[in-house]
């Protein structure tokens, strides 16, 4: 069954502090792997997608990457406006679908 | 340029009643998907529709729920005699194409509580 699972749940930085969220999936045959951000009350928003394996995006503080079997979310040096909660979806070959994580809570602090 | 419209963005609702939310793509969006989203869990993939069209209804309720995206007008998610099961906030989101990049445009949600 595809599946992904996000870690940690929730995570508080201070401002300026990096860190990493992670991604873990399993999928039966990858199509793409997506993150995107959510704020309270509102819908998600489209950050990256990842297709292959050593595949890296970046947009501004935020760099996504992606191995054969988990992503990582760095952000660097964040700023309180980049709380949020961070979604990690995947989409299996020969689906319209996608597979949600139920997120990482991010909160940072100035 | 408007974004995805949902209506309403609040519902409440008595058990055994019937709720209807609405969506409007963004324009030049002929592809419709409705995730759900329960408290503490992860978006939930509905249904995926074209215009006039159900391509994929395989994470939808065989009972109570049904879904439609007419030539003209928004796409409506219906469900019949509510539950409290049902509270939940509902997304809707469009893309331009079918094969999509996982780019989806997503609107602010309908939250149903059922009484």
């Known amino acids: 069954e595809d599946q992904v699972t996000q870690s940690p749940e929730a995570l508080r930085l201070q401002e300026g502090e990096s860190s990493s969220l992670n991604c873990s999936y399993t999928?039966?045959?990858?199509?793409?792997l997506f993150w995107y951000r959510q704020d309270p009350g509102k819908g998600p928003e489209f950050l990256f997608t990842l297709y292959s394996a050593g595949e890296e995006k970046e947009k501004e503080r935020l760099k996504a990457t992606l191995t054969k079997k988990e992503s990582f979310l760095h952000i660097t040096a964040p700023k309180p406006e980049d709380s949020a909660t961070y979604l990690c979806a995947v989409q299996a070959r020969g689906t319209d679908k996608l597979i949600f994580g139920t997120g990482t809570r991010l909160q940072v602090f100035p | 340029n408007a974004g995805v419209m949902q209506n309403p963005r609040h519902l409440v609702r008595r058990r055994g009643q019937e709720a209807r939310l609405r969506c409007s793509p963004m324009k030049g969006h002929s592809h419709v998907y409705w995730y759900r989203q329960l408290p503490e869990e992860g978006l939930k993939f509905m249904v995926y529709l074209q215009k006039e069209n159900i391509i994929d209804e395989s994470g939808m309720p065989k009972e109570r729920f049904s879904a439609e995206f007419p030539k003209e007008g928004p796409s409506i998610l219906r469900i019949q005699q509510v539950v409290r099961g049902d509270s939940a906030a509902y997304f809707c989101?469009?893309?331009?194409?079918?094969?999509?990049?996982?780019?989806?445009?997503f609107g602010e949600g309908s939250r149903l509580t059922v009484l």
């Open positions: 999928v039966s045959g990858l199509r793409g």
């Open positions: 989101a469009s893309s331009p194409t079918g094969y999509n990049t996982g780019e989806l445009f």
